[in-house]
C-alpha cells in the first residue's frame, strides 16, 4: 500500500514564525504535492514537484515555498505564519507511469498560526 | 476537467450496498474517472478510478455507462466506518495536475 507521511497531525506556531511541514512517500513517486483544505474553499493546490529539485507555482503559493532535495521527501515552508494560514495542510503524491496514476494523500496537518 | 454532479448526500443500511450516483456529461475521451473519500478530520483517500471499462477493486466497483456521461461507485456491503464524503473527479491523465473536488456526497452509514 501507498503510505503518505506528514510529519505531524497538529500543530500550533505563532505569527511571524517559519514553519516547516514535511511529507515522505515510500513508492517512489516521482509527482509530490501540497494543497491546503478549507471549509467551503475546497482543496487548493499550493505546489507541487514532478522531480527532485524541480517545483512548480500551484494557484496559491504566496506566502509558501518547498523543497525537494529528494525524491521521497517534499517539505512545505512558511516563511513567516500569518493568521489566515490557518488551515489543513494536505500532502499527496503520484507516480507518472501511465500518466493516469491517481494522488494519494496523507492525513494531513492542522495547522494553527496564533 | 469536465464538471461532476453528485447529490449532496445519501443513507445506507450497515451490510447492505452502497451506491454513490456521479454525472459527468461534458466528459471527453480522454478523462478518466476518479473517486475519492474523506473521513472527517483525515485525509482524502484513493477509491478507484477508470476510464471506460467497469472496474472492481477490495474497496469498491465503479460502473461506467457506455456513454460515458455517468458512473456509480459500489461499496457492496458497507459498514460504519464507510460513513465519509465521497468525491467523484473527472480529468485528464497525464502530467502532473492539481486535483479539484468538488462538494461530494455525504453517505451516512446507519445500523
Known amino acids: 500500500d501507498v503510505k503518505v507521511t506528514q510529519s505531524s497531525r497538529y500543530l500550533v506556531k505563532r505569527t511571524g514564525e517559519k514553519v516547516f511541514l514535511e511529507c515522505v512517500q515510500d513508492m517512489d513517486h516521482e509527482n509530490m504535492f501540497w494543497y491546503r483544505q478549507d471549509p467551503g474553499l475546497g482543496l487548493r493546490l499550493i505546489y507541487f514537484?514532478?522531480?527532485?529539485?524541480?517545483?512548480e507555482k500551484g494557484d496559491i503559493p504566496e506566502g509558501y515555498s518547498v523543497s525537494r532535495e529528494k525524491k521521497e521527501r517534499f517539505s512545505l515552508i512558511l516563511e513567516s505564519a500569518s493568521t489566515n494560514q490557518t488551515s489543513m495542510y494536505l500532502c499527496?503524491?503520484?507516480?507518472?507511469?501511465?500518466?493516469?496514476?491517481?494522488?494519494?494523500f496523507g492525513d494531513g496537518t492542522r495547522l494553527s498560526i496564533l | 476537467d469536465a464538471k461532476t454532479t453528485q447529490p449532496p448526500s445519501m443513507d445506507c443500511a450497515e451490510g447492505r450496498a452502497a451506491n454513490l450516483p456521479c454525472n459527468h456529461s461534458?466528459?471527453?475521451?480522454?478523462?478518466?474517472v476518479y473517486w475519492y473519500r474523506q473521513i472527517h478530520s483525515q485525509g482524502p483517500q484513493y477509491i478507484i478510478h477508470g476510464l471506460k471499462n467497469n472496474e472492481t477493486n477490495e474497496m469498491a466497483s465503479l460502473i461506467i455507462t457506455e456513454d460515458r456521461k455517468s458512473s456509480t461507485l459500489i461499496l457492496p456491503h458497507a459498514t460504519l466506518r464507510d460513513t465519509a464524503v465521497y468525491y467523484c473527479i473527472v480529468r485528464v491523465a497525464g502530467t502532473a495536475s492539481k486535483l479539484t473536488f468538488g462538494t461530494g456526497t455525504r453517505l451516512q452509514v446507519t445500523l
Open positions: 514537484s514532478y522531480d527532485v529539485k524541480m517545483k
Open positions: 499527496a503524491s503520484s507516480s507518472y507511469r501511465g500518466g493516469n496514476q491517481p494522488q494519494h
Open positions: 461534458t466528459i471527453s475521451g480522454n478523462e478518466y
